[in-house]
C-alpha cells in the first residue's frame, strides 16, 4: 500500500515505485489510498482488515504509517463481535477445502488446517478479545517459520506462488533447506501444523465460549461422566478428586470427551500430563474397555487423540506409537500420514462394527494394523511382532491375540487376492481360506479390508473392488462352510452373459463384438494369442487409461475383456472409430506398435511427475493356480504399459486365459494367468526368460 494524505501528484509517484517492480517479474498486490480509503475498506473487507493488522511502514512517513496500523487495531477490537465469526466461517470454509496441513502427504501450506493463514487468524482473535493473549502467540513462531521456510523455497523453485508441497518437489525443498531427505522435512512440517492446529483450536474454543457469553455457555453446574470425569461449560474436566493414580483415567477421559463429542479442558490435559498413570502391563480391563469407546466414537475421536499426542500422552498409553508419529508415507496412493491413517481406519471400522462379532477386536486391529511402518523390515513382519506384544499388555486372551496376529499379518490378503487373482480358480480360494482358518476372522479380515481401504484413498475402496472383495469373501465362506471341499467354479455372470452376445456378433463374419457403457468397456473376440495386447493397445490409442480389468475365456474358445476406462481427453472416445481400430488390429491391420510409440513422445512429457518411482517387479508362479501360471506384475504407470506386457507375453507363446489388472495410484498391479501354446503352465526353465522379456518391455533392469 501506497499511503498518502492527499496528494494531487500520487498516480506519478506510485507508478515510479509499481514498474520497477512489475519490470522485474515479480508479482505485487497493489493499492494507493488515504487513511480515511484504508479505513473504509477494512471495515468491510476481512482480508483488508487482517493484512492491515499485521501492517508496518518501511519508507516515507513512518508516523503516518505507524497511526494508520494503530485505528486498524482500534478499529478491529470494536467490530470484534461482527468480525470474528466472519473470520471464524471463513477458517472453516479454508479447512475444509484444503484439508489438514499436518496430515496430508501434499500439504497446502498456506490455506490448510494448521497453515499460515491459521497463525495469522488466531493474532487477529488475539488483538479483539480479552481471552486470548498475543503472547502466547510466540509458541507458534517456530512452527510458523518451519512453514514459511519451505512455502518460500516452493515458491523459488515454482518461479510462482504454488503453496501445495507436491511430492516431487519435496526432495528438492527438504535439499536446499538442509534437511536430511524429504521424510525429515515432512516430519518437521507435519509437527509444525500439528502445533499450530492445536494451539489455535483452543484459542478459537476460548473465542466461541466468549462470544456466546455465560448463557451460551450454558452455566449450570457439572455433569458427571465416571469417576473422576464431568463435563463442564462444554468441555471434559476432571473433579477435584480425580484419581491419577488410576491407570485408565487417561483412556476414560478420552473416550468420554469422544463419546460426548467435546474437546478434554486445557485443565484436565494440564493435569493428566503432569502425572496421570499409564495403563501399565498388563493394562485393567477398564483401560482396555475404555479404548475400545474411544475407538468406537467415530469421527469424534479425532481432535481427541490430537490432544492426547500434542500433550504427550497417546506416547504414555502407548510407547510404540512414537515410531509413526507424523511419519509420512511417500506414495501417491496414501493420503494422509501414517498416524493419521490408523486413526482414519479406526474412525471407518467404527461404521462397520455392528457387522462382526468381535467389534473390540475389529476396532484395534483397524488402529494399529500399520504400526510395524514405523520400523524396520517389512511393515508386516514388524507389525504383527508390535500386535502379539501390545495385544497381550492390553489383557486380551490368547485366542485373541492370535486373531489380532491374523488380522495384521493378512490385512493386505483379500484386497490384493480380489484384485490379483482367479477367484473362479479353487486355488485361490482354498489359499485364502487357509490362511484365515475361521468364519469369525474372515468377517473380520472382510470389514478391516473395507476400513483400511476407505481410510487409504478415494480411489482405494473402489465399486469394483468392493464387488470383488465381497465375492471373495462370498466364496471363501462357502468354502469354509464345506470345510473346504469345493470352491464355486462357475465363471461370473457378466462373463457368461457378454459370451453369449458375442456368439451371434462373431458368427455373422465380424472380428470383434463391442459393449459400452462408459466408463467401463467389453470386447469379445476369437480367441488367439496377442487379443488381448491388441485390444489394451488400441484403448492407449483413444486416450485411454485402463484403471482395471478382467478377462475370460469360454471353453469354446470366445475371449471376454471387460475394462473400466479413464479418458486422458476428458470425453469419451468416438465408439464407431474406436470399434473400427479394434476390429483392425484384432485383424492385424494397424500398425500397433508404431502408432503407439508414437503416442509416447508426443504425451510421455506431460504426465505428472511421482516422487520415488519404484523399479518393476515380475513374479511367475506355477503354485497359485491349478490350471495356469501366473504372471504377478508391478510397475510405474504410464502409456500403454498394459500394451507393452501383454504384448511380451504374447510374443513368448503364451495365452492370456484369465487377468487382473489395477491401477493403485501411480502403480499398475496385474495379474495374469497364462498358458502356452499346448494349454499347459509354463515350464519351470522359462521362469527367467519370462521375467525378462516383460522387464525388458517395461524398461526396467532385467
Not at 512452527?143 to 518461479?159: K, Q, S, T
Amino acid at each position: 500500500m501506497l499511503l498518502h494524505g492527499g496528494r494531487k501528484d500520487v498516480g506519478d509517484v506510485a507508478e515510479r515505485l509499481w514498474y520497477p517492480i512489475w519490470d522485474s517479474g515479480l508479482s505485487l498486490d497493489h493499492s494507493v489510498r488515504t487513511s480515511k480509503q484504508a479505513l473504509a475498506v477494512t471495515e468491510d473487507d476481512l482480508k483488508a482488515a487482517l493484512g492491515l493488522l499485521d501492517g508496518r511502514p518501511f519508507a516515507g512517513d513512518l508516523d503516518m504509517g505507524l497511526d494508520l496500523v494503530e485505528r486498524v487495531r482500534t478499529q478491529w477490537g470494536r467490530r470484534a463481535r461482527r468480525a470474528l465469526p466472519e473470520l471464524s466461517t471463513a477458517m472453516e470454509e479454508r479447512h475444509q477445502k484444503f484439508g489438514e496441513v499436518a496430515f496430508l502427504l501434499e500439504p497446502e501450506l498456506k490455506e490448510g488446517r494448521g497453515g499460515l493463514r491459521d497463525v495469522q487468524a488466531r493474532a487477529a482473535a488475539a488483538r479483539a478479545t480479552p481471552v486470548v493473549d498475543v503472547d502466547e502467540g510466540r509458541a507458534l513462531v517456530g512452527p510458523n517459520e518451519v512453514l514459511l521456510a519451505a512455502r518460500v523455497e516452493l515458491h523459488r523453485r515454482a518461479g510462482k506462488a504454488a503453496d501445495r508441497l507436491l511430492l516431487q518437489e519435496q526432495d528438492a525443498v527438504a535439499a536446499a533447506l538442509g534437511y536430511s531427505d524429504a521424510d525429515a522435512l515432512m516430519r518437521s512440517v507435519s509437527a509444525a501444523a500439528r502445533t499450530i492446529a492445536f494451539e489455535c483450536d483452543d484459542a478459537w474454543r476460548r473465542v466461541q465460549s466468549w462470544l456466546a457469553g455465560p448463557r451460551g455457555r450454558g452455566a449450570g453446574g457439572d455433569r458427571p461422566l465416571g469417576a473422576g470425569l464431568a463435563l463442564r461449560d462444554g468441555s471434559v474436566a476432571l473433579t477435584p478428586d480425580a484419581d491419577l493414580n488410576d491407570r485408565s483415567l487417561i483412556l476414560r477421559a478420552a473416550a468420554a470427551a469422544a463419546l460426548a463429542d467435546a474437546p478434554l479442558s486445557a485443565a484436565a490435559l494440564d493435569r493428566l500430563a503432569g502425572g496421570a498413570a499409564p495403563p501399565g502391563d498388563p493394562w485393567p480391563d477398564e483401560a482396555r474397555h475404555a479404548l475400545v469407546a474411544l475407538l468406537g466414537a467415530g469421527p469424534a475421536l479425532l481432535p481427541v487423540v490430537e490432544a492426547l499426542d500434542q500433550r504427550g500422552l497417546l506416547a504414555r498409553v502407548l510407547p510404540e506409537w512414537t515410531a509413526v508419529r507424523s511419519r509420512p508415507q511417500r506414495n501417491a496412493y496414501h493420503r494422509f500420514t501414517v498416524d493419521r491413517h490408523l486413526w482414519e481406519a479406526a474412525t471407518e471400522a467404527s461404521a462397520l462394527a455392528r457387522q462382526v462379532a468381535r467389534p473390540d477386536l475389529l476396532l484395534v486391529a483397524a488402529w494399529l494394523h500399520d504400526l510395524g511402518k514405523g520400523y524396520p523390515g517389512d511393515h508386516t513382519v514388524a507389525g504383527v511382532a508390535l500386535i502379539a506384544r501390545i495385544g497381550a499388555r492390553m489383557g486380551f486372551d490368547g485366542a485373541d491375540v492370535e486373531v489380532l496376529v491374523k488380522l495384521v499379518r493378512h490385512h493386505l490378503l483379500l484386497a490384493d487376492a480380489a484384485t490379483r487373482r482367479d477367484l473362479s480358480d479353487e486355488s485361490t480360494i482354498a489359499a485364502v481360506a487357509g490362511a484365515v482358518g475361521d468364519q469369525t476372522t474372515l468377517e473380520l479380515l472382510s470389514a478391516l479390508t473395507e476400513a483400511d481401504s476407505k481410510a487409504t484413498g478415494s480411489t482405494a475402496w473402489s465399486p469394483w473392488k468392493a464387488e470383488l472383495v465381497h465375492e471373495l469373501v462370498a466364496r471363501t465362506t462357502t468354502y469354509l462352510a464345506d470345510g473346504g471341499a469345493h470352491a464355486d467354479d462357475e465363471r461370473r455372470p457378466l462373463a457368461d452373459a457378454a459370451v453369449a452376445r458375442a456368439r451371434g456378433t462373431l458368427d455373422a463374419g465380424a472380428a470383434v463384438h463391442v459393449e459400452t457403457t462408459w466408463p467401463e468397456l467389453v470386447v469379445a473376440a476369437r480367441d488367439h494369442a496377442g487379443l488381448f495386447a491388441e485390444v489394451a493397445g488400441t484403448l492407449s490409442l483413444h486416450g485411454l487409461s485402463v484403471l482395471a480389468a478382467d478377462v475370460w475365456t469360454s471353453d469354446d474358445g470366445v475371449a471376454v475383456d471387460w475394462f473400466r476406462t479413464e479418458s486422458s481427453f476428458g470425453t469419451e472416445p468416438e465408439r464407431a472409430a474406436l470399434e473400427r481400430d479394434l476390429e483392425a488390429a484384432v485383424e492385424g491391420r494397424i500398425a500397433l506398435e508404431a502408432r503407439l510409440a508414437e503416442r509416447v513422445r508426443t504425451y510421455a512429457s506431460r504426465r505428472t511427475a511421482v516422487a520415488r518411482r519404484a523399479a518393476p517387479r515380475v513374479l511367475v508362479d506355477n503354485e497359485a493356480s491349478a490350471r495356469a501360471t501366473l504372471v504377478e506384475v508391478r510397475a510405474p504407470d504410464g502409456i500403454a504399459v498394459l500394451y507393452r506386457i501383454t504384448r511380451a507375453l504374447a510374443d513368448l507363446g503364451l495365452d492370456v486365459r484369465h487377468a487382473k489388472v489395477a491401477t493403485l495410484g501411480a502403480e499398475v498391479v496385474d495379474a495374469f494367468y497364462v498358458v502356452d501354446m499346448a494349454g499347459a503352465k509354463v515350464d519351470v526353465s522359462r521362469r527367467q526368460e519370462v521375467q525378462r522379456a516383460v522387464l525388458t518391455a517395461l524398461g526396467g533392469p532385467s
